[in-house]
């Protein structure tokens, strides 16, 4: 089992700057991945960010390519999503997972097997 624990949402204004953390714990050593979703209200589930666990490499959504970056601490087992310049159309609640498998790839909810809690982020204009 691997549980998850996101923290760092809130109301922010549009050009500002938000960082989330998602913690996790258990059987770490199992990590194949990381990656971020977002739900905005009426909207499906979207991939957001992931990163390998260990090779590091990072895989990002167009949308927010170039504005979210996601760092990593394996010492802490926690991986962040640090969002620049945020818009309105950021609003969502935004999810953690971890992968033990690299199947259907990274980009897909599906090949998640834990998630977090989420947390809310709301970005006014």
């Known amino acids: 089992q691997v549980q998850l624990v996101e923290s760092g949402g809130g109301l922010v204004q549009a050009g500002d700057s938000l960082r989330l953390s998602c913690a996790a714990s258990?059987?770490?050593?199992?990590?194949?991945?990381m990656g971020w979703f977002r739900q905005a209200p009426g909207k499906e589930r979207e991939f957001v960010a992931a990163?390998?666990?260990?090779?590091?490499?990072?895989y990002y959504a167009d949308s927010v390519k170039g504005r979210f970056t996601m760092p990593r601490d394996n010492f802490k087992n926690t991986v962040y999503l640090q969002m620049n310049i945020l818009k309105p159309e950021d609003t969502a609640v935004y999810y953690c997972?971890?992968?033990?498998?690299?199947?259907?790839?990274?980009?897909?909810?599906?090949?998640?097997?834990?998630w977090g809690q989420g947390t809310q982020v709301t970005v006014s204009s």
């Open positions: 997972a971890a992968a033990l498998t690299p199947r259907n790839g990274l980009r897909v909810g599906a090949s998640y097997d834990y």
């Open positions: 258990g059987r770490t050593f199992s990590i194949y991945a």
């Open positions: 990163i390998s666990w260990s090779g590091g490499n990072t």
